[in-house]
Each structure stands twice: as structure tokens, then as C-alpha cells.
């Protein structure tokens, strides 16, 4: 049984920074893609970053472009994605997610079967 546990979220002022985690576990990752989606009250969940496992290959929102970067540690099955220069409008829960999507798919969160509980992320101005 796949598990996905995200944490790392909390409240931090404009400009600062925040790094998130997400720990998975249940079966090999190595094949997938380990994407990050925020979803602000009212909103439509949406895709910020991912990246695929084996090739470290990444991709970006453009919201979040230059300011965020998403990594692996595949010794410790753990995805993080470093936030920096946060802004206001960065405050959202923040999910991660895994599954095997085409490249051109990945910024759909209806191509990922697997999800974490969501942390929140809160940027004051």
C-alpha cells in the first residue's frame, strides 16, 4: 500500500522561506513522478512542481519558476520541494502525489492515484 506523508508547511512571513517534504513508502518509486499541488480555499487544486524519480528531470509552475525547486533523496524515498521568496498568494495546502503520467501529462491532478494528507502553507504579508 503506497503512503505519502507530507509535512514541512507552517506560517512565515513574505520573502521567507519553507521547505517541504514528502516521505513515500510502499512499493518502488523509481518509475514514477513525484509532483507537488497547492489548492487555496475556493480554488481548483493546482500543479506546482514535479519531478520524475529516476531522470531528477523537473518542471515548474511559471507562478512558482525561480523561486522553488523541487529534489529527491532516493535513499530516504523522500521528495522536498524548497520554497523561497514566498509570497502571500503562496498560501495554500500543499499535497504531494505519485504515479507514472506521461511528461505531458503531469500537471493534472487526475493522472496521480496517490496522495499525501496535505500541509499548509501560510504566507503573511
Known amino acids: 500500500q503506497v503512503q505519502l506523508v507530507d509535512g514541512g508547511g507552517g506560517l512565515v512571513q513574505a520573502g521567507g522561506s519553507l521547505r517541504l517534504s514528502c516521505a513515500a513508502s510502499g512499493r518502488t518509486f523509481s518509475n514514477s513522478v513525484m509532483a507537488w499541488f497547492r489548492q487555496a480555499p475556493g480554488k481548483e487544486r493546482e500543479f506546482v512542481a514535479a519531478?520524475?524519480?529516476?531522470?531528477?528531470?523537473?518542471a515548474y509552475a511559471d507562478s512558482v519558476k525561480g523561486r522553488f525547486t523541487a529534489s529527491r533523496d532516493s535513499g530516504q524515498n523522500t521528495v522536498y520541494l524548497q520554497m523561497n521568496s514566498l509570497k502571500p498568494e503562496d498560501t495554500a495546502v500543499y499535497y504531494c502525489?505519485?504515479?507514472?503520467?506521461?511528461?505531458?501529462?503531469?500537471?493534472?491532478?487526475?493522472?496521480?492515484?496517490?496522495w499525501g494528507q496535505g500541509t499548509q502553507v501560510t504566507v503573511s504579508s
Open positions: 502525489a505519485a504515479d507514472t503520467p506521461i511528461w505531458s501529462n503531469i500537471r493534472n491532478p487526475a493522472a496521480y492515484d496517490d
Open positions: 519531478i520524475k524519480w529516476g531522470s531528477r528531470h523537473t
